[in-house]
């Protein structure tokens, strides 16, 4: 008796051990980002973590540069770096972009191509394609908000070692979880466009970024992550960058990259303006004066104040111009503001083409039971609006052949002559949404892959029916 109650006492604290544990693994994997390298490489041997194959030690963590180094030029002694994302070639053509939007924000402009990342993993792909939505920094609110404000899904906020939980994106940009309307818009969206493409709403999750993995300047930052049999997969990132970049560009380059709210009515503010004394700016920039405003407008709130406090003391004070590398002479006046000048804000969206598709691949891959049940078939489950090869039929019938182009549905002829049987499972394992079956001159029979259900149309049909479902109509 004494025996088997200490054998029992033992299985219940086997358990209670192996459930504080669960719980102290699952607290270190959710805040785990926000460790310092020492931190981690002291969680690394406080748990025995070794390598999976070799049963090896694992090295102290260090810093890993994303950025793939080249050499440029003859004697390869200047180094260069390949771009790691692709739309900084929005910032440096914003004013042009402005100009041609009609001079209003919200101002939106997307760019796909080439980007490359120094990441050991087999899903880094460097196709990639990023959005710049330029909104103004104080309204960044979003008027098609409300079409997504109700949508409901994972949220992760990593805080306190909080797992992801399902709220509404509306609630969550209510209580400032989400930082504002526009990027609440795009996880929306993202959410509408994953699910869309066949990725498995329980296995979708947006992450917020930890406050040491996020830019200094970024006011907020999430990811959509997908889950896969490899691991959870970033695979959509959506930041608000405030207005760093436009303000670094103007740095280097001289060029004021702002934007302009107009007044309804004008309002008198006191500012620091140009009053410079026209007859040295005209003998010494002659038609350069623009270079003059631009390089005051675009200064910050902090050297402004510098050069008020310079002003009341002084009465006037030299403006060194980095791109002409002269100095004008700056007076203190009151004048009537037509318009705020300001640097946009930017919510980038952006996304890896191949991390997407490989877990889409993955989400609608399926496998059912053959017809006698004597073997496993493969499924590829693509929405019909997704899918490569929209529809498959065995007969080149020049009616259906002609309709099917007329109204772009993408399709294939299966000339192999098989049993229908065996054509179906061909086309399910393409991932073919729709087979067609020729019975006469005049019918068809359409098969839809997931239900298995048939229905029969007239042969002129066969093509806008395919098309309405497809499409979603």
Request: proline content about 4%; aromatic content about 10%.
């Amino acid at each position: 008796m004494s025996s088997s109650k200490s054998l029992s006492l033992h299985c219940v604290n086997s358990r209670i051990w192996n459930i504080t544990k669960a719980a102290e693994f699952k607290d270190v994997l959710a805040v785990m980002e926000d460790y310092s390298p020492e931190e981690l490489g002291a969680k690394l041997k406080e748990y025995g973590i070794t390598a999976p194959d070799t049963k090896n030690l694992l090295s102290d963590p260090y810093p890993f540069n994303l950025m793939f180094q080249t050499s440029i030029g003859p004697s390869g002694l200047i180094h260069g770096y390949m771009r790691p994302e692709t739309a900084q070639g929005i910032f440096v053509n914003f004013k042009d972009l402005y100009y041609y939007d009609g001079r209003k924000l919200p101002l939106a402009a997307a760019q796909i191509g080439q980007a490359y990342r120094n990441e050991l993993t087999l899903l880094a792909d460097i196709s990639s394609s990023g959005i710049k939505h330029f909104v103004d920094p104080e309204n960044k609110s979003h008027h098609k908000f409300s079409d997504v404000s109700m949508l409901e899904f994972l949220i992760h906020e990593q805080t306190s070692g909080q797992s992801a939980k399902r709220l509404c994106i509306g609630e969550a940009v209510a209580k400032g979880t989400v930082n504002n309307e526009t990027l609440g818009y795009f996880m929306g969206r993202f959410y509408m466009f994953l699910t869309s493409l066949g990725i498995d709403k329980e296995w979708l999750r947006f992450r917020k970024h930890l406050p040491n993995e996020m830019a200094h300047y970024a006011p907020d930052c999430w990811d959509a992550k997908i889950e896969s049999s490899y691991r959870w997969i970033e695979c959509v990132g959506i930041a608000d960058w405030s207005d760093y970049d436009l303000d670094v560009h103007f740095e280097k380059s001289g060029v004021a990259l702002v934007a302009e709210e107009k007044y309804a009515e004008p309002k008198e503010v006191e500012k620091l303006v140009i009053n410079p004394v026209k007859k040295e700016l005209g003998l010494a920039f002659k038609g350069n004066q623009n270079n003059v405003g631009e390089s005051l407008e675009a200064m910050n709130e902090e050297e402004a104040m510098e050069m008020k406090a310079a002003l009341e003391s002084k009465g006037e004070v030299e403006f060194f111009v980095c791109t002409l590398k002269k100095n004008v002479i700056i007076k203190k006046n009151m004048k009537k503001e037509h318009q705020r000048v300001f640097t946009p804000s930017v919510i980038e969206p952006s996304f890896g083409i191949g991390q997407i598709i490989y877990c889409m691949y993955e989400h609608c891959f399926s496998t059912r039971p053959s017809k006698a049940w004597d073997e496993q078939l493969n499924v590829f489950r693509f929405p019909p609006l997704v899918a490569p090869i929209k529809c498959m039929f065995e007969e080149a019938t020049k009616v259906l052949y002609k309709e099917l182009i007329s109204v772009s549905i993408s399709h294939k002829i299966d000339i192999t002559g098989t049993s229908i049987g065996k054509r179906s499972a061909r086309t399910d394992e393409l991932g073919v949404p729709f087979a067609i079956t020729v019975d006469s001159d005049t019918s068809v029979t359409i098969r839809e892959r997931d239900s298995k259900d048939q229905v029969r149309v007239s042969l002129n049909e066969a093509a806008s029916v395919v098309s309405s479902v497809a499409e979603g109509r």
